[in-house]
RNA sequence: UCCGCGAUAGCUCAAUGGUGGAGCAAUCGGCUGUUAACCGAUCGGUUGCAAGUUCGAGUCUUGCUCGCGGAGCCA
């Protein structure tokens, strides 16, 4: 039988479907019966009349509850009184899977009941909009790439050092050769992929045992982080403008109907265009700073500075050249002012915090190994990274962008939580 | 690790130190156009755990457990 989904309705009005799914709600009125179906593309008003249907028929509608599964045969009208416009008159129903007692009532409740039943919640209206997003983010970020010619290179999740010496790792057992750690970053492999590709980028999963309990923070996140031989800090800030308004545009036109159901402001999406601000981590500070804000510098900025800072303006702002002492050892620092990195945080509107990290990395090998020291970081851990410096090295950037914070600032939403389908957070490893 | 808040019916929440309630869900009934339907009835509790103050504790005190929000760190 051809199978046919809720959201091609409309090109059946006369004719006789059977559609499949689960029930979201039932309503009745005397010898009416309303069945709401839900089959993944979404819901169709189904309606059961007594004297039309057999007796058995109208029975089972006594025995569906909320998310039991069946199948319905009938005739696609158009209704005006039904949501979608089109609804069912039903004249065959299946039952295919009981349900009983399902938690998620049609009614509100709070997020650790929800979390604790995140493999039901998903189900619901919303968090399917929140998921048909993040898949459209998802698409248009490997789209974007693709056009212009990277090439995907998967970096490794079990890798045998830190990245970057910095931030807390999940350890394992490896086998005979000790300890090995799940990756933090892609980016040292992306240098490496570059060096042999030109433009590549690396997306997948990264993993920080941080015990970070914000609405900004998961255990487990994923990371797109592009990485381009011969460009310097100005061409990573033009891929990474050019790229977010091709994301953020792309999924303003693809999933509108979406973001209206999450009664996201679109006005705030609509205006992110190239160009994005530019300023320098010395103008951020005086922006702090005519805020009334008491900043010293030297220091990173905390989530409060960042909002304040992205507050000034109508779309995500890019900061540039951070005191190089806050940020990682392979950033190269700028010749006109060693104090300063060659980095670019780009800070989402709406207080949604850093969403990209970059820079421009050190390509000379001398300097980086002092870098190495002052960092504490073992120079033999680095012994494959240090070759890319020593066979024909070249000036070379790229950035990571975090997928859930981006997903989180699209939708509007006020946890990071929502934007994955099974969240990983310090107290949480389940379902 | 630190700071703040919280835990009462399956869920969301009420209850001045004085008989623990409501809405939703569930169960039963009513209604031929419902829109988180509505109307009537029924069911539903070791008030997170342990101790203390009191004639009397969901409520006050102490400790513990768990959760939530935030800081730091970061995407």
Redesign the pocket.
């Known amino acids: 039988m051809n199978k046919i989904y809720i959201n091609e309705l409309k090109q059946y009005v006369g004719q006789e479907v059977t559609v499949r799914g689960w029930l979201d709600?039932k309503?009745?009125?005397?010898?009416?019966r309303?069945l709401i179906l839900r089959d993944g593309t979404g819901y169709l008003?189904c309606?059961v009349?007594?004297?039309i249907v057999s007796e058995e028929i109208f029975g089972f509608t006594d025995e569906l509850?909320?998310e039991s599964s069946f199948s319905v045969t009938g005739t696609v009208r158009e209704?005006l009184?039904?949501?979608g416009g089109v609804?069912l008159e039903v004249k065959d129903l299946k039952i295919i899977g009981i349900s009983e007692?399902y938690?998620i009532?049609?009614?509100?409740?709070?997020?650790?009941?929800l979390?604790d039943h995140r493999h039901l919640w998903l189900r619901s209206k919303r968090q399917a909009a929140i998921l048909r997003v993040r898949h459209r983010i998802i698409k248009a970020i490997r789209d974007f790439f693709d056009n212009k010619g990277f090439t995907l290179v998967d970096s490794p999740i079990l890798t045998p050092s830190a990245c970057e010496g910095?931030?807390t790792l999940f350890e394992t057992d490896y086998f005979d050769l000790g300890k090995a750690y799940l990756t933090q970053?892609g980016q040292l492999y992306a240098e490496a992929s570059a060096m042999a590709m030109g433009k590549v980028y690396t997306f997948g999963p990264t993993f920080?045992a941080?015990?970070?309990?914000?609405?900004?923070?998961?255990t487990e996140?994923w990371?797109v982080e592009p990485e381009v031989a011969f460009a310097d800090l100005n061409d990573d800030m033009d891929l990474a403008e050019e790229f977010l308004e091709y994301v953020v545009q792309t999924v303003l036109k693809e999933r509108e109907e979406d973001l209206i159901t999450l009664e996201r402001d679109l006005t705030k999406l609509q205006s992110v265009k190239r160009p994005l601000p530019r300023i320098s981590y010395d103008e951020a500070v005086e922006i702090l700073k005519q805020n009334g804000v008491d900043f010293e510098w030297g220091n990173?900025f905390?989530?409060?500075d960042e909002t304040t800072i992205s507050n000034q303006f109508d779309r995500p702002v890019m900061v540039h050249r951070y005191p190089s002492e806050?940020k990682a050892f392979y950033m190269k620092r700028d010749p006109e002012n060693p104090k300063v990195a060659l980095a670019v945080d780009v800070l989402a509107p709406e207080g949604y915090?850093?969403?990209?990290?970059g820079s421009q990395r050190e390509e000379d090998i001398e300097l980086l190994l002092t870098r190495l020291r002052g960092h504490n970081l073992k120079e033999e851990d680095f012994d494959w990274y240090l070759d890319l410096r020593k066979y024909g090295s070249v000036p070379h950037s790229g950035f990571?962008?975090?997928v859930?914070?981006t997903v989180g600032w699209i939708c509007g939403l006020d946890?990071?939580r929502e934007t994955i389908p099974f969240p990983r957070?310090i107290?949480?490893k389940t379902p």
């Open positions: 709600n309503r009745s009125s005397g010898k009416l309303f008003q309606i009349i007594k004297n509850k909320q209704e009184r039904a949501p609804e007692d938690p009532s049609p009614k509100e409740h709070g997020v650790e009941f979390l910095t931030s970053s920080r941080e015990k970070s309990k914000t609405r900004r923070h998961l996140f990371m990173d905390g989530a409060a806050i915090g850093e969403i990209i990290g990571g962008l975090g859930e914070r946890h990071v957070m107290y949480r």
